[in-house]
Nanobody
Framework: QVELVESGGGLVQAGDSLKLSCTAS????????MGWFRQAPGKAREFLAR?????????VVADSVRGRFTISRDNAKNAVYLQMNSLKPEDAAVYYC?????????WGQGTQVTVSS
């Protein structure tokens, strides 16, 4: 059974940084694509970044956060990370990681990020 567990969320002030982590268990995800999304209250889930299975050279970051957010992964640890810098109040949301594998798509339970102005 595949399980994704996010961590690293919390309450920060505008301008601060946070690094989110997502650890996968239940399969070897070294050949799966991993991504980060977020969902604010009353809004649709928003794509943030994706790291292809073949390493950090194949990443995509959404225009809305490019330059502030960076995705990386450590296949040896079955982990993917989201480094978030210069956080803004509008970045407040529940952040989810997603595993996109040949067997299906899996989501973590989410981690809350709150940014005070």
């Amino acid at each position: 059974q595949v399980e994704l567990v996010e961590s690293g969320g919390g309450l920060v002030q505008a301008g601060d940084s946070l690094k989110l982590s997502c650890t996968a268990s239940g399969r070897d995800f070294s050949r799966d694509d991993m991504g980060w999304f977020r969902q604010a209250p009353g809004k649709a889930r928003e794509f943030l970044a994706r790291a292809r299975w073949n390493g950090s050279s194949s990443t995509v970051v959404a225009d809305s956060v490019r330059g502030r957010f960076t995705i990386s992964r450590d296949n040896a640890k079955n982990a993917v990370y989201l480094q978030m810098n210069s956080l803004k109040p509008e970045d407040a949301a529940v952040y989810y990681c997603r595993l996109n594998s040949v067997n299906g798509i899996y989501w973590g339970q989410g981690t809350q990020v709150t940014v005070s102005s």
